[in-house]
């Protein structure tokens, strides 16, 4: 099936077998290898993404359904000269081990951020709708993205930190 799915801002246009999930289409159609191959199964979080700025587990998802979509990678987030905000803080705080998991753990800190920024009315205000965020929630949001390395309390504070929340 010819599907166009705009990767990191660039639209790609490829003739795909309807089984192929996006994680594969990334990796090897588009050859963006940022995004991880964890368990296939959606449990560990490694191949997270944001699609049209929400996270989703990338193994999980036809590329096919995403004709039309913008999927937006780690690659994508930021540039080695111009990190992105949660890059920076997993970087400050040392937020990774082996760093498997660290690409899908900042696309869902990415996300979660997004997502806390939808659910709170506009009428709240900033000084507001940071104050809600508490580790526990963090970690509540998070739970879907494994670390193996037990990283979780760097990435927790890199989170808060991005979120401009550290205690």
Known sequence: MRTTITVNGEARSLDLDPRTTLLDFLR???ALTGTKKGCDHGQCGACTVLVNGVRINACLSLAVMHD??????IEGLGAPEA????QQAFLTHDAFQCGYCTPGQICSAVGVLAEIKAD?????GDVGAQARLTADEVRERMSGNICRCSAYPQIVDAILDAAGNLP
């Open 68 to 73: 039309g979509d913008e999927v937006t990678t």
């Open 83 to 86: 990190l992105h905000p949660m």
């Open 28 to 30: 090897e159609k588009v």
């Open 120 to 124: 709170i009315p506009s009428h709240a």
